[in-house]
């Protein structure tokens, strides 16, 4: 028998996983999202951009890679290691909610010189930095089960979550029509997350322990990771961090909800990557495949379906943002086409990124993240200087990230990762998709003078169409094969 078998079944059964709670998450984000919009006003959603990017970014500032070093290294089963890897995620998350709270005045300063608004950020900051905390109390079962690709219950954990979410964040926002009830929400649901890490996966129960030569692992394999993050943080959340110093809150706002809606590509392609790839990639080099080979074949339709949603993104956003939102939001569908190129050439990057990983190079990766920040950087200088609007600022993200992609692109080619040709012609299809459904949706009368509802319905079938040829390859196989059991 062979032995890569279980690893692939796994890896096919872990993406069929993903994706199916990737899109019953997304239904329910976008439900919340859309109820929101009505219920609450456009600067609630640029406070909670900015809480949520203070957040991350100190959750990303004080990554070392515990969970990657659980998912890599051969002692990634034993009670020594894995208590060390809980035990270290305890003291960061107290330390990350003792940052947020010290954080709270300085922000609020700077923003509220702006924006009088973000007064609110006094309060706010405190109160989600709870979460990280609350997160830091997780099972290390959780990080077991991605180290073997165990994600039926993984993907139920994330799902009820995020149930539970939307139904508190709904009522809590008609109940007190404030951007309190958004953090609130997060809270409670953390907390839910947390218990659910204990009660729904197996292993080990954990204890306050730090082994020496576990935590010299850990370490020597995170202190690159630590890098990496904190220039991903940056290449991810730099936008609004700046532009909320820039433009209105209430602009800002707008461009969030755009730039929330891109990241939609990023989420499920990251998901597949931490979750199934990077893992799978580790089983397989222990078994004697090369990196180039396991890439190659996890590679192809991953960009599929990161250039099928991009495109859908471009091309049905006009319609959806009619159908969904009401017209403070409306100019948010230029931001989203624009943001959803970027997101493309974010993904390519992620790609890679999961391979330098799996080679132990997370240098590379943070030398791709430090590319697209510098040049957001610079890029930043002439939209300043002669006042550009957020128009102007998405098509700089955009270029940015595609400044990222080519840097990992290069670095890739070190390693024997060399795609261009391929990535050119699906770059190829997806302008020739994009362009197409944007001339059908504005063009041509007899979709362009339809419903809004329906024409995204029939612009998102028109998409699909184009795609199912390549789509249909790619499922076929999935769907041939046995699922291993989760």
């Known amino acids: 028998m062979d032995k890569k078998l279980p690893q692939r079944e796994s890896a096919r059964s872990g993406s069929m996983w993903i994706g199916g709670g990737y899109v019953l998450g997304q239904i329910l984000r976008l439900a919340v999202n859309v109820a929101l919009a009505a219920i609450l006003f456009e600067e609630a959603f640029a406070l909670m951009a900015i809480v949520s990017a203070v957040m991350q970014g100190l959750a990303m500032f004080s990554d070392v890679g515990l969970r990657p070093s659980v998912i890599r290294s051969e002692r990634g089963d034993e ?19 003792l940052m947020a709270a010290l954080l709270a005045w300085p922000l609020t300063v700077i923003y509220a010189a702006n924006d009088p608004m973000a007064y609110q950020l006094m309060w706010l900051i405190p109160l989600v930095g709870l979460t990280a905390f609350i997160d830091g109390l997780q099972s290390s079962r959780i990080m077991t089960a991605a180290r073997y690709m165990q994600l039926k219950r993984v993907t139920a954990i994330e799902f009820i979550t995020q149930l539970v979410n939307a139904i508190i964040i709904i009522s809590l926002a008609w109940y007190m029509r404030s951007v309190y009830a958004l953090a609130i929400a997060g809270v409670l649901s953390c907390c839910l997350r947390t218990a659910l890490t204990y009660f729904l996966l197996d292993g080990i129960r954990n204890r306050l322990f730090i082994e020496p030569a576990a935590a010299r692992t850990i370490f ?20 609004r961090l700046v532009f909320a110093g820039l433009y209105s809150l209430a602009e800002v706002g707008v461009y969030s909800i755009a730039a929330g809606l891109a990241m939609m590509v990023g989420i499920l392609i990251g998901a597949l990557q931490g979750s199934v790839v990077f893992p799978w990639y580790s089983r397989m080099m222990e078994e004697g495949m090369s990196l180039a080979d396991a890439f190659k074949q996890a590679r192809a339709p991953v ?12 091309v049905c956003a006009q319609s959806f943002f009619e159908v969904a939102y009401d017209d403070r939001y409306i100019r948010a569908a230029t931001y989203l086409q624009i943001l959803s190129v ?9 790609m890679y990124g999961a391979a330098f990983l799996a080679a132990g190079r997370s240098k590379w990766a943070a030398i791709a993240s430090a590319t697209k920040v510098l040049v957001f950087l610079l890029l930043l200088v002439p939209l300043v200087l002669f006042g550009w609007g957020l128009v102007a600022a998405a098509v700089m993200v955009a270029v940015s990230e595609l400044a990222r992609a080519a840097m990992g692109q290069y670095l890739g080619w070190q390693m024997g990762l060399r795609n261009v040709r391929h990535d050119l012609g699906m770059l190829g299809i997806l302008a020739v998709a994009s362009l197409a459904g944007l001339f059908l949706g504005s063009s041509v009368p007899l979709i362009a003078d339809l419903h809004p509802a329906v024409r995204l319905v029939v612009l998102g079938a028109f998409v699909t169409l184009l795609f199912a040829p390549f789509l249909i390859r790619v499922a076929l196989p999935l769907l041939r094969s046995r699922v291993a059991p989760s």
């Open 220 to 239: 020597s394999f995170g202190k690159w990771i630590f890098v990496s993050t904190v220039l991903t943080f940056l290449a991810i959340q730099l936008d």
């Open 342 to 350: 970027g997101a493309w050439f974010a993904c390519l990057d992620t």
């Open 79 to 97: 009670p020594d290691f894995l208590n060390t890897v809980w035990t270290f995620q305890v003291i960061r998350g107290i330390l990350l909610t």
């Open 303 to 314: 960009i599929l379906i990161c250039t099928y949603m991009t495109a859908l993104l471009v």
